[in-house]
């Protein structure tokens, strides 16, 4: 990747030009990037699908007004960048309490969150559910999506530091996934009858184990994956197990309007609060594709053009 100028984007029908105030970086950005996504777009491109920003000037048929303060659910131009292009149903208010580099950790994360632990996973209040990875961007508006649904919650972080911000975030029990035994432990923390959901942001390393600790009709969604796995079929059948998969693009346009809707009541109350971990320039988006992949994630690496 590399900066260089381009075009100010126009907004036609439909269409909105959103001044990005600050751009949110994805692992799936750097799957998309290096070529491994199932999602290839054509070359040259510019990155990123999420931000926040205000509008900067709207096409025809458009309802929203110059001057709103939005969050950005997908660019036809990219976010990575001082202006994106956008259709109008990929934008949407920001609640006056969100700041835009919050407002750039909302999409990718918190729809994420949301689509599997209720329209995949079907999580009910009182389940137990186990976040891998959850002191990174999803994992945070899982733990706070979660918390406030009435789930028993445990969360695994690489370190101290995001451990703690596990407990912070919603966790009712915090595990350090550098820990060999720590699906162990997540099993005894359910007292033995094992964990009701899964979300499971490293398939190739962990489903195998992750079925192991199920209770009985448990269910693993996979929101990432870097690679193949093998797992025992077995695992599945004595548990009447389901491992389910999902990916943004697929979701239906009624669940995703339904999605959002929930995410800004929850965020104009105030129960979801993007957590941002690191601020970096636009210039060093390589950087930030660097960092977003290391196991040690705290936060939402955002860039400010």
Known sequence: MRLEEV??????????????????????????????YARKPPLPYTPGTDAGGVIESVGKDVTLNVGTHVYVSGSMTGTYAEKALCLEADVHELPSAITFPQGAAINVPYVTAYRALYQRAHAAPGEF???????????????????????RVLGTAGSPKGMKLVLHEGAHYALNHQAPDHFEQALTLTGGRGVDVVLEMLANVNLGKDLKILALGGRIVVVGSRGPTE????????????????????????????????????????????????????????????????SSAYGKIVLIP
Request: proline share 7%; charged share 20%; aromatic share 2%.
């Open 129 to 151: 559910l186990l976040v891998h990875g959850a002191s990174g961007g999803v994992g945070i508006a899982a733990l706070q999506i979660a918390r406030v649904a009435g789930l």
């Open 7 to 36: 075009p100010d984007p126009e907004a036609g029908v439909g269409q909105v030009v959103v001044r990005v105030r600050a751009a949110g970086v994805n692992p799936v950005d750097a799957y998309v990037r290096a070529g491994s």
């Open 231 to 294: 797992i025992d079929p077995r695992d599945t059948m004595i548990r009447d197990a389901a491992i389910l998969g999902m990916l943004l693009f697929n979701i239906p346009e009624r669940e995703l309007k339904a999605i959002h809707c929930a995410l800004f009541s929850g965020l104009e109350n105030g129960v979801l609060r993007p957590v941002i971990g690191k601020e970096l320039p636009l210039a060093e988006a390589p950087k930030a594709h660097e960092d977003i992949l290391k």
